[in-house]
């Protein structure tokens, strides 16, 4: 049983426009969640996280919003570059302070120049 | 001066033999990870070390141990392999106790396949 959900395997825009990177989650539980990008042969790196007592978080090109209600969180990228071309990875945790993280399978975007 | 370092980055063995992969952080983090990407590209946990006493244990059998001899160090040993096991395993640190979450330091990965 998936708890975390990216439904879209792959997104491919053009450089300069946006991107959205969907989540959704079942757990609720769950109150902070975190987007990771991951190159080829390398491991993930973190990128931009939200607690759950927030509905949007910016951080530069990159804002993650989270509906609550609907248990969904999406990634805006804005404007998009080449170098964004990667796989995403949503995470989510609960409170139980393990470090213990739930990701996604991962969305492989392709941004085109 | 990787922060989070494994070794060796790719193993080809075959089925029954044991293997062990090596993770080491240099980021003075108290807490360690591994992860396994599957062939569905899911990353899902197996363990977690706090300052070598274990953490999270996630219904891994037990052909599998990790073994934290200092809390800069988490090694994977895997007994009697099978097939089953090939997969990319991540280790990771992070700082626990600064907020709910922490944010995971990853290694490049370990690509591990069984013949």
């Known amino acids: 049983d998936q708890q975390v959900k990216q439904n879209s395997p792959s997104l491919s825009v053009q450089e300069g426009r946006i991107s959205i990177l969907n989540c959704d989650y079942t757990?609720?539980?769950?109150?902070?969640f975190l987007w990771y990008k991951k190159y080829p042969a390398e491991g993930p790196t973190f990128l931009i996280s939200?607690?759950?007592?927030?509905d949007k978080n910016e951080d530069g090109r990159f804002t993650v919003f989270l509906n609550k209600s609907a248990k969904h969180l999406s990634l805006h990228i804005v404007p998009s570059q080449p170098g964004d071309s990667a796989v995403y990875f949503c995470?989510?945790?609960?409170?139980?302070?393990?470090?213990?993280?739930?990701f996604g399978q991962g969305t492989t975007l392709q941004v085109k120049p | 001066d990787t922060a989070v370092s494994q070794t060796p980055k790719y193993l080809v063995t075959q089925m029954g033999n044991d293997k062990s992969i090596k993770c080491e952080q240099n980021?003075?983090?108290?807490?360690m990870y591994w992860y396994k990407q599957d062939s569905k590209k899911f990353l899902k946990i197996m363990f977690s070390?706090?300052?070598?006493?274990?953490?999270i244990n996630e219904t891994v059998p037990n052909r599998f141990s990790p073994k934290s001899p200092d809390k800069a160090h988490l090694n994977l040993h895997i007994n009697s392999l099978e097939l089953g096991d090939s997969a990319v395993y991540f280790c990771?640190?992070?700082?626990?106790?600064?907020?709910?979450?922490?944010?995971?330091?990853f290694g490049e990965g370990s690509r591990l396949t069984v013949l």
């Open positions: 990771a640190s992070s700082h626990t106790g600064v907020d709910l979450a922490g944010e995971l330091f």
């Open positions: 757990n609720s539980m769950f109150d902070y």
């Open positions: 939200i607690s759950s007592i927030k």
């Open positions: 995470a989510a945790s609960d409170a139980s302070n393990t470090g213990k993280l739930i």
């Open positions: 980021l003075g983090h108290d807490t």
């Open positions: 070390y706090n300052n070598k006493e274990l953490i």
